[in-house]
């Protein structure tokens, strides 16, 4: 139950406007000027194959982006790890533009060169809790980035949001 929250999140936040999103949510990435830096963007785009890997319920794409250790902790303050995202992922069916989630404020907030958080909002309609702060901190292992840590953490003023 507790990954399963976890892998619906990761796999409703594929959306077809997620591009959209992080180009234009990465604007806020560098303060002086409107394109992000390539640090930043490697990040962006890291974050945008693997949420569309989970969205497609590739499997070997995601065993391969996840670190071995990785954990994550769902809104609802449960935590998984690796083996349980890979057990729990299945394809996203498509939903209609009234169901898509909405992301936004994408930001990178780089640790060091090897190691960085991405950050965005989401609005998710038709879950609970609807609004969330997703943080993905990354770590580059070789070549790759991997995902080490995830969590969400849902907008306190929209916790016993109804609708």
Same mark, same amino acid.
């Given at each position: ?16 406007s ?6 234009? $949510? ?23 194959? %693997? ?17 071995? !250790? %990785?954990?994550g902790?769902?809104?609802? $303050? ?26 936004? %404020? %994408? ?6 060169? $090897? ?5 965005? !909002?989401?609005?998710?309609? $038709? ?30 003023w929209?916790?016993? !949001?109804?609708?």
């Amino acid at each position: 139950m507790k990954t399963r929250v976890l892998v619906s999140v990761f796999c409703l936040l594929v959306v077809p406007s997620f591009a959209q999103s992080s180009a234009a $949510g990465s604007q806020a990435i560098a303060s002086d000027s409107q394109r992000p830096t390539p640090f930043a963007q490697s990040l962006l785009d890291t974050e945008n194959a %693997f949420l569309a890997a989970m969205g497609r319920g590739d499997v070997q794409y995601v065993k391969n982006a996840v670190a071995e !250790d %990785f954990v994550g902790v769902g809104s609802n $303050g449960d935590s998984s790890g690796k083996k349980d995202m890979l057990e729990d992922l299945h394809p996203v069916k498509a939903a209609s533009d009234k169901e898509r989630p909405i992301l936004y %404020f %994408f930001e990178v907030v780089p640790l060091n060169d $090897g190691a960085a958080v991405v950050t965005y !909002d989401a609005v998710r309609p $038709g879950e609970r809790p609807r609004y969330v702060h997703v943080s993905d901190t990354w770590v580059k292992q070789g070549e790759e980035w991997k995902l080490k840590f995830q969590q969400e953490t849902p907008n306190l003023w929209s916790a016993l !949001d109804t609708d």
